[in-house]
């Protein structure tokens, strides 16, 4: 259903939001899956939108935190190296075009090395503020990253819209008392406030109040 959402920030997911990654997390979280003896497809029910520490302390609750963190070192890098089929989600060109001069930052559970190498495998400009896996203490669906980049765009939460696609990212956005635009299949059984199948179907105004006005079709 159409509708329109006034906001004075917006604080954008990465992956499966402006990014498909989906072809390399599925290279590298089934090889890891079958390191561990477990099943790729239940691994990918869980993987996407933590961080991987988080994702193996999910599957994995007994495994010491420390080789958690080593395996998501090494998948990371794995990550950076790989971006065979890296792609712009449909519509993310001209969204993040139209957003330019508009307050907005990246909200990603990636760290910096693979939001940088993914945004230039499909050829999307970098936000000038980036909340990356390193700024945060704990992984979505824990709300600090939005609340971090509402804090450096200088807005409160309630003046924040958040672009999401997985469970973890739209419940993060609502921890944190944003309203949340879902991007996908992914998206489609959280509930997010408004829902579309690609940012195509977007479209972004400065509003003349100094804020912004985003349409969806």
Do not use: Y
């Not at 959402?5 to 890891?32: I, K, P």
């Not at 990918?44 to 988080?54: D, S």
């Not at 499909?122 to 979505?140: D, F, Q, R």
């Amino acid at each position: 259903m159409p509708s329109s959402h006034t906001a004075r920030a917006l604080l954008l997911d990465m992956d499966g939001t402006l990014v498909n990654s989906d072809a390399v997390v599925e290279r590298v979280w089934r090889a890891w899956a079958a390191e561990q003896g477990l099943d790729g497809d239940a691994v990918l029910k869980v993987v996407h939108g933590r961080q991987g520490h988080a994702t193996m302390a999910l599957l994995l609750p007994d495994r010491p935190v420390g080789r958690n963190h080593a395996d998501n070192h090494r998948l990371l890098e794995q990550e950076v190296a790989d971006t065979e089929g890296v792609v712009p989600i449909a519509g993310a060109p001209a969204f993040l075009t139209a957003l330019r001069e508009l307050p907005h930052a990246l909200v990603t559970s990636a760290n910096e090395a693979l939001a940088r190498a993914r945004m230039g495998a499909a050829g999307l400009p970098l936000p000038e503020v980036m909340v990356t896996a390193e700024w945060v203490n704990a992984s979505k669906p824990d709300p600090e990253g939005f609340l971090k980049g509402a804090a450096e765009l200088g807005f409160e939460p309630a003046d924040c819209l958040v672009f999401e696609d997985s469970a973890v990212g739209i419940a993060a956005g609502r921890a944190a008392g944003m309203r949340v635009v879902g991007i996908g299949a992914r998206a489609v059984a959280h509930a997010p406030t408004a829902l579309v199948e690609s940012l195509e179907h977007v479209r972004v105004e400065a509003s003349a109040d100094g804020g912004i006005t985003v349409h969806i079709a």
